[in-house]
T-cell receptor
Framework: SAVISQKPSRDICQRGTSLTIQCQVD?????MFWYRQQPGQSLTLIAT?????????ESGFVIDKFPISRPNLTFSTLTVSNMSPEDSSIYLCAGEGVGEQYFGPGTRLTVT | GIQVEQSPPDLILQEGANSTLRCNFSDSVNNLQWFHQNPWGQLINLFYIPSGTKQNGRLSATTVATERYSLLYISSSQTTDSGVYFC???????????FGEGTQLTVNP
């Protein structure tokens, strides 16, 4: 199984600012993903992070708002740009090895 | 896209009771996973079970892919089993997981 770490674990940010979340996987994975969990809701996929190329975004999510990088097989970043209170959520990174996905501990973001 | 429905949405048990959680999905899948989200928000992998039956201690799961449903069984429940249980699936065309709305389980002492 993959062990996934994220930082920061939590943050409180002012509206209009940006936050970059880092995700590190302890072993090589074929796929990396970013999910959002809004308060009291389920998880929604934001995008698939592709190594060395632009991420693949799901409907309703755009690169200008959520730029993603994946410079190598084990590291990825998600930036939440120009934040508003509606962006207050838990952001989770996931990695997939042989079929099964494993999740990081999440970054709990509060926007004031 | 694929639809995932979980039932029941909420479940309250006394410690020691058994329970069954259900996950229905609308299309063929190549991945089905059950997760437990603890009160601190961490998603814990329970089962990777696109088909068949697996058991791990007090927990077991069965997926009947041809009928598009999966069941998670919890026996002799403990207070530490409390939390939200999610079913997530990926269609045969890719790896992207679609999550159900979850079952909120509360186990009382």
């Amino acid at each position: 199984s993959a062990v996934i770490s994220q930082k920061p674990s939590r943050d409180i940010c002012q509206r209009g600012t940006s936050l970059t979340i880092q995700c590190q996987v302890d072993s090589q994975v074929t796929m990396m993903f970013w999910y959002r969990q809004q308060p009291g809701q389920s998880l929604t996929l934001i995008a698939t992070a592709n190594q060395g190329s632009e991420a693949t975004y799901e409907s309703g999510f755009v690169i200008d708002k959520f730029p993603i990088s994946r410079p190598n097989l084990t590291f990825s970043t998600l930036t939440v740009s120009n934040m508003s209170p509606e962006d207050s959520s838990i952001y989770l990174c996931a990695g997939e090895g042989v079929g099964e996905q494993y999740f990081g501990p999440g970054t709990r973001l509060t926007v004031t | 896209g694929i639809q995932v429905e979980q039932s029941p949405p909420d479940l309250i048990l006394q410690e020691g009771a058994n329970s069954t959680l259900r996950c229905n999905f609308s299309d063929s899948v190549n991945n089905l996973q059950w997760f437990h989200q603890n009160p601190w928000g961490q998603l814990i992998n329970l089962f990777y079970i696109p088909s068949g039956t697996k058991q791990n201690g007090r927990l077991s799961a069965t997926t009947v892919a041809t009928e598009r449903y999966s069941l998670l069984y919890i026996s002799s429940s403990q207070t530490t089993d409390s939390g939200v249980y999610f079913c997530a699936v990926a269609e045969t065309s890719g790896s992207r997981l679609t999550f159900g709305e979850g079952t909120q389980l509360t186990v009382n002492p």
